[in-house]
């Protein structure tokens, strides 16, 4: 049974903040990443696997397949970092049985009808609502970039977008 | 000019790093330069380089600030799906040797741009020993 170290939400799913901080960070040697685009996606999901520090194992996952490895096997063995798109994917894969105790929102882009929270970090109605459902689950959910940023609470954030 | 180089950035310091070719070469204008900024997703950045690419009607080389990064990321999977060159790396030799290029025989020669981007970044105070050996 792996360990899940960081539970990260990141629209850019792997990528330099993640490699260069993150993943030395929290000591992770293995990343899933859960997205049914990137795992339909060869050419983009190869160069993942090739960005990859060495040392670190890579695997991408459809939401499906993800829920599976979960409820088999909890991601087989290792420190996994486990990367999400966005907040609908943590709602649908935590609904079909992911358990998370901490949720680390990264990053959500920054389309026009999106607000600006906390630094980069941008959210809207739906992502929103989302959260709230997650944290009605117990699970403790914060905001945060890099690992040198002081982590903030959801809670205090969405209080900001109302 | 047919060839344009299209920059991917983090922030956007291609542009810094062209007025400094600029310095030595003179005023370049096929250069063009698509920063990330910090809260763009993949998606989004990927239809603005992809957007950029198909609405220019000439040829295109990508240079990409380095590997493992967004930029990269998306330069690669346009550079796929449109058939372009890419090159990951971007310093000012590459650029300035590319802006020669382009200048003097109108033309990009791929493989001396890689050598000399490979080549570029070395032990100077121990080249030069050898070089005096």
């Known amino acids: ?162 | 000019m047919d060839t344009k180089i299209l920059i991917l950035t983090h922030g956007g310091w291609g542009r810094e790093l062209l007025k400094s070719i600029e310095m030595i070469i003179g005023h370049i204008d096929f250069v063009e330069e698509i920063p990330l900024l910090p809260n763009a997703t993949f998606k989004e950045y990927y239809s603005e380089v992809q957007h950029y690419v198909k609405s220019m009607n000439m040829k295109i080389i990508l240079f990409t600030d380095m590997f493992g990064g967004t930029t990269t990321n998306v330069g690669a999977k346009v550079a796929n799906e449109e058939n372009l060159k890419i090159i990951t790396g971007l310093n000012a030799p590459l650029l300035l040797e590319a802006c020669s290029q382009l200048l003097f025989q109108g033309e990009i020669n791929f493989e001396a741009l890689i050598n000399v981007t490979r080549s570029s970044s070395f032990d100077v105070l121990e080249k030069i020993k050898e070089g005096q050996r």
């Open chain 1, 1 to 162: 049974m792996a360990e899940i170290v960081l539970c990260r939400i990141d629209s850019r799913l792997i990528h330099g903040q993640v490699m260069t901080k993150w993943v030395n960070q929290v000591q992770a040697n293995k990343i899933v990443v859960i997205s049914d685009e990137l795992a339909a996606d060869d050419f983009l999901r190869s160069i993942y696997l090739m960005a990859a520090p060495s040392g670190v194992e890579v695997i991408c996952l459809s939401e499906n397949d993800a829920v599976e490895s979960w409820l088999t096997s909890k991601f087989g063995n290792g420190r996994v970092l486990m990367l999400l798109p966005n907040v609908e994917v943590m709602k649908r894969v935590s609904d079909k049985g992911i358990e998370v105790e901490k949720i680390q929102i990264g990053g959500l882009g920054g389309a026009p009808n999106r607000k600006v929270v906390y630094q980069n970090i941008t959210l809207d109605n739906q992502d929103t609502e989302d959260i709230q459902y997650l944290l009605g689950k117990n699970i403790e959910i914060v905001f945060q970039t890099i690992p040198e940023d002081n982590p903030k609470k959801a809670k205090d954030i969405i209080a900001k977008f109302y």
